[in-house]
């Protein structure tokens, strides 16, 4: 059973990327080492887009027509995932549990989608309800020039109107770079930071990818901002503290699934055994969430009728609502074609782990 991905392992999202993927061919591995579907192994293949849109449309191309898989799954970057999602819908071939926070992905979906994870509106909802909370009424954003930061700079705005705050008093922009760009995301990252910083905001969202995001946030403390900072779970929690060292201890990061510490849910202690015994990397977030839906896919593929083709496994995986991982219970929403709602607020040690 073959199922391709198209994801950054190379370039500005890597980390995000890698992460993903790995959690995802745990979950494969699991279920081929328990026999599979049937007897057939799962087969996952991964072919890196670097965060490039155009060579993500490319790769959906060549794992359609070339390597004619069954499903196409763990798509990162809401611009490759709409150049990818209509080939996909037009071929009826089912796009699982793509990383993205876009709203408009889930206003009107494609039959042949199904989410995850809720959307940026529930993520800066938090966030937004948070800072009304605390009084912080001066908000300024970290936006990243593409249609993922523009999704997050629109739900945000809404997001702290629903709340009774106003409009964000600043917002600075950056580049979605690429490799060998670094002299250029490290200038644009400085300007922004001195927007943000001489504008005077009581706390900063970032709606960044992780590298721009660390870079802003390490110039604003290091200028002397004391201000409260906020991102959203695609910013890559662990890849933002690798960047910002002790500067991460306080930091506010949006979640969409439990702690990759919390042992005590079952779903959580098998990943972390299984992630173990790989001997490959810590628990991370990222990972965990495509253990959760490496996972799923396994049950939708087990449930789907013996022979069954593309469209049974799509009704396989619509009917996962209610289905427990241990610790973990899906609500399927059928509006929004998303499988979880679920959003938490956690603040992360200097380690980048967060506080118990």
């Known amino acids: 059973m073959k199922l391709g991905q198209s994801v950054p392992l190379t370039g500005p999202a890597q980390f995000i990327g890698i992460e993903y993927q790995r959690g995802l ?92 994870r809720p959307g940026l509106q529930a993520e800066c909802g938090l966030i937004a309800r948070n800072l009304a909370t605390i009084g912080f009424t001066k908000v300024g954003v970290l936006v990243q020039n593409d249609p993922d930061g523009e999704a997050g700079l629109a739900a945000l705005e809404q997001a702290l109107q629903q709340a009774g705050l106003p409009a964000p008093m600043a917002v600075g922009r950056v580049t979605r770079h690429g490799v060998g760009q670094e002299e250029l995301m490290l200038r644009e990252t400085k300007a922004a930071a001195r927007i943000l910083f001489y504008t005077g905001p009581a706390a900063v969202v970032c709606l960044a990818a992780y590298p721009s995001s660390a870079a802003v946030l390490k110039s604003l403390r290091e200028m002397g901002y004391r201000g409260g900072v906020y991102a959203t779970s695609l910013a890559g929690a662990a890849a933002i503290a690798t960047r910002l060292g ?111």
């Open 25 to 116: 061919q745990l979950a494969f591995d699991a279920a081929n080492a328990d026999g599979g579907v049937r007897g057939q192994r799962i087969e996952l293949i991964s072919y890196d887009d670097a965060y490039e849109p155009a060579q993500a449309a490319s790769n959906t191309q060549d794992l359609l027509r070339s390597d004619g898989v069954m499903a196409l799954v763990g798509y990162v970057g809401t611009e490759s995932i709409n150049r990818a999602l209509p080939m996909a819908s037009k071929e009826g071939v089912p796009f699982l549990a793509p990383l993205t926070g876009a709203d408009a992905l889930r206003q009107q979906p494609s039959r042949w989608l199904q989410l995850m």
């Open 246 to 356: 002790p500067h991460t201890a306080g930091l506010s990061v949006t979640q969409v699934l439990p702690s990759p510490y919390d042992t005590s849910r079952p779903m959580v202690a098998n990943y972390q055994q299984k992630l173990k015994a790989s001997g490959t990397a810590a628990p991370d977030y990222l990972s965990l969430e495509g253990w959760v839906a490496g996972s799923l896919i396994v049950e939708g593929l087990r449930r789907m009728p013996k022979g069954g083709g593309r469209a049974q496994l799509m009704q396989a995986m619509d009917a996962l609502g209610g289905l427990d991982l241990g610790g973990l219970v899906m609500r399927w929403d059928g509006q929004r074609r998303q499988l979880s709602s679920e959003v938490s607020l956690t603040v992360l040690e200097a380690n980048g782990r967060p506080r118990r």
